[in-house]
T-cell receptor
Framework: GDSVTQMEGPVTLSEEAFLTINCTYT??????LFWYVQYPGEGLQLLLK?????DKGSNKGFEATYRKETTSFHLEKGSVQVSDSAVYFC??????????FGQGTTLQVKP | DTGVSQDPRHKITKRGQNVTFRCDPI?????LYWYRQTLGQGPEFLTY????????KSRLLSDRFSAERPKGSFSTLEIQRTEQGDSAMYLC??????????????FGEGSWLTVV
């Protein structure tokens, strides 16, 4: 079945460092891909998405490119802030439209 | 529009009791989803509705779990005879399915269940 694999965390960075969180997927067909963020004690918020190959999703300085050839959707940010500390989830939407999530990657940014 | 709302936000119950969670989706969203999330894990799909029809149920949804969306608006998720393994956050989400790819799914803040 469809699945998403994320790099294990936690990822600990200093403020203004470059961030990459790896995400790869296995799917039937060509799913849409998403990154969600979860702050402590809260639900999930959509961060960005891409619906077809070579699309780049971007929001709040984060970006990710849909790479069909490597089945990847890595999240990047050029300069992280303490306020970016959260859990990040990569997800795909399957043929029925529901989301399948990776296990999440915790990001800790230190001042 | 106030987003997806869930009630209660926190519930502590004794093993063997029944609990019910309510979800109010974003108005006019025709799809409603339930997920379960345990600490340190990603959300796991439980079930979803298109209007009032329940279209898919995960194998995680044992016969002690039942979900309804009687009028295609709000939904309830009931867990009967709760077990300690049911302790988790139950997330509700909704979307407007217009047949296009990549419909954005919006999540509520979740209902935390602790079974003691």
């Amino acid at each position: 079945g469809d699945s998403v694999t994320q790099m294990e965390g936690p990822v600990t960075l200093s403020e203004e460092a470059f961030l990459t969180i790896n995400c790869t997927y296995t799917a039937t067909g060509y799913p849409s891909l998403f990154w969600y963020v979860q702050y402590p004690g809260e639900g999930l918020q959509l961060l960005l998405k891409a619906t077809k190959a070579d699309d780049k999703g971007s929001n709040k300085g984060f970006e990710a490119t849909y790479r069909k050839e490597t089945t990847s959707f890595h999240l990047e940010k050029g300069s992280v802030q303490v306020s970016d500390s959260a859990v990040y989830f990569c997800a795909l939407s399957d043929l029925g439209g529901k989301l399948i999530f990776g296990q999440g990657t915790t990001l800790q940014v230190k001042p | 529009d106030t987003g997806v709302s869930q009630d209660p936000r926190h519930k502590i119950t004794k093993r063997g009791q029944n609990v019910t969670f309510r979800c109010d989706p974003i108005s006019e969203h025709n799809r409603l989803y339930w997920y379960r999330q345990t600490l340190g894990q990603g959300p796991e799909f439980l079930t979803y509705f298109q209007n009032e029809a329940q279209l898919e149920k995960s194998r995680l949804l044992s016969d002690r779990f039942s979900a309804e969306r009687p009028k295609g608006s709000f939904s309830t998720l009931e867990i009967q005879r709760t077990e300690q393994g049911d302790s988790a956050m139950y997330l509700c989400a909704s979307s407007l399915d217009q047949g296009a790819a990549g419909n954005t799914i919006y999540f509520g803040e979740g209902s935390w269940l602790t079974v003691v």
